[in-house]
């Protein structure tokens, strides 16, 4: 949430868009714990009575790491819950010494100056921050988001509403920030008398699979495996109602599932591109890119199908 004091230029719709911030947290999955994956056989922090890694934990966890970002991106995530924005943008920026090529970093770092600036609604740096994830992955929710905005916060009204609506129709079934990017699209549009609907349905008619896994084949249709189960609507539906930490928490928990399985049914193609396609919405390359492999070991026939559906996930 951005700050009551935030001065909002006149006419711009900041209170709105502001909003997604947190939702978009799984979107982009780079503000969460094990943000790049754990290093090697690093063991986890000891942690707090209710779970929890302290931030004093966190800390001398990642000042000992000099070759893994995820430390850090965890010592971020735990200030920004915390809503110590400029303390997260520090150990973001520590990141990204290390990890300098990952787009999902370079987001989290424009999000959190963002709700870190008590004036300005878009930050020079936070804007940068944003370009920089996009010229790295074109794809990246949060940074598409807050790029569009910087259009409305331009009074370029028409051209936020036309780039959200191409994040809204490249975005998965389910996706948890859907809500709230449609919100915001209908906001902006009332506030600039757009007529919004029939664009806002063109869009959702674009949509692509639920992200995790498919259910039963009712949301992923021909692309669903009758041999996986995903979330079903009432799993989508409270998803909605979880803080952003409690979604990550699931999401992993439905991701591993769906590992497991793997290890019995190896040769399940559409299993593998799941797992291989949620590891990248989560913002887990590296496992992203062990889950490829492991599917073309078991699957040797079927490697250049698995090589290219996980390269058009970004997956190098």
């Known amino acids: 949430m951005a700050s009551e004091h935030t001065q909002t ?14 939702a978009l947290l799984l979107a982009a999955g ?4 094990n943000v790049l994956g754990s290093g090697g056989g690093e063991t ?26 995820g430390p850090w991106g965890d010592l971020a995530f735990a200030y920004f819950n915390q809503g110590q924005y400029s303390e997260a943008a520090t150990a973001y920026r520590r990141a990204l010494e290390i990890a300098p090529d990952e787009a999902v970093l370079w987001s989290a770092l424009g999000e959190t100056l963002v709700l ?21 992955d074109p794809q990246d929710p ?4 807050f790029l569009a905005a910087k259009k409305d916060l331009d009074k370029d009204h ?9 994040l809204l129709a490249d975005s998965p079934q389910g996706a948890p920030w859907e809500a709230d990017l449609v919100r915001t699209i209908e906001q902006v549009g009332k506030m600039n008398s757009i007529d919004v609907a029939p664009r806002i349905a063109k869009a959702q008619g674009a949509r692509k699979p639920a992200m995790i896994a498919p259910g039963s084949g ?13 979330p079903s609507a009432a799993d989508v539906a409270a998803a909605g109602g979880m803080k952003p930490s409690e979604q990550r928490e699931m999401a992993e928990g439905m991701v591993a599932q769906l590992e497991e399985r793997l290890k019995t049914e190896p040769k399940n193609l559409d299993g593998w591109a799941m797992l291989i396609r949620s590891r990248m919405t989560l913002g887990e390359p590296a496992k992203a890119k062990a889950a490829l492999e492991a599917a073309v070991k078991a699957n040797p026939g079927a490697a250049a199908q698995l090589r290219e559906q996980a ?6």
């Open 9 to 22: 230029p006149p006419g711009s719709s900041r209170a709105g868009w502001v909003l997604l911030g947190a």
């Open 44 to 69: 986890a922090p000891e942690t707090a009575a209710d779970g929890t890694p302290t931030i004093d934990q966190l800390r001398a966890k990642a000042e000992a790491s000099t070759s893994d970002a």
């Open 116 to 136: 870190a600036s008590q004036r300005d609604p878009l930050p020079a740096d936070a804007l940068a921050a944003f370009e920089k994830a996009v010229s790295l």
């Open 158 to 166: 028409e051209g936020a509403i036309a780039a959200w609506l191409d």
């Open 142 to 145: 949060r940074a598409r988001y």
């Open 218 to 230: 009712s949301v992923a249709g021909d692309a669903a495996s009758p041999a996986l189960r995903g």
């Open 311 to 316: 390269a058009a996930l970004g997956v190098k």
């Open 30 to 33: 780079s503000i969460g714990y």
